[in-house]
Nanobody, 127 residues
Framework: QVQLVESGGGSVQAGGSLRLSCTASGFTDSSVCMGWFRQAPGKEREGVAGIAFDGRTTYADSVKGRFSISNDNAKNTLYLQMNSLKPEDTAMYYC?????????????????????WGQGTQVTVSS
């Protein structure tokens, strides 16, 4: 059973930085896409950044140039480095994974899911 545990959220002022981590376990297939998603109160779920098994990455337009996704296979950990944070980045952030060839398709399809995404980690950016 795949388990993903997010950490690293917190409260920062606009312009600050945070690094989210996602520890993964239980994978039996390495050809997965992993990514970060977020949902703010009253808003739809949004795909933020995704990475394919071969390292291809994709980002939502709203975070390009500010956020960076990476993974450390040795540690089974996915990261999201968030710089130049804005109040509109405030949301619950979730780490997810699935079998997709394209990180773009993974972000689009997964953001449409309405199942329980687990605990997540809260990011709050104040102005």
């Amino acid at each position: 059973q795949v388990q993903l545990v997010e950490s690293g959220g917190g409260s920062v002022q606009a312009g600050g930085s945070l690094r989210l981590s996602c520890t993964a376990s239980g994978f039996t297939d390495s050809s997965v896409c992993m990514g970060w998603f977020r949902q703010a109160p009253g808003k739809e779920r949004e795909g933020v950044a995704g990475i394919a098994f071969d390292g291809r990455t994709t980002y939502a337009d709203s975070v390009k140039g500010r956020f960076s996704i990476s993974n450390d296979n040795a540690k089974n950990t996915l990261y999201l480095q968030m710089n130049s944070l804005k109040p509109e980045d405030t949301a619950m952030y979730y780490c997810l994974a699935d079998l997709y060839n394209s990180p773009e398709t993974f972000l689009e399809a997964t953001s449409q899911r309405n199942d329980d995404w687990g605990q997540g980690t809260q990011v709050t950016v104040s102005s």
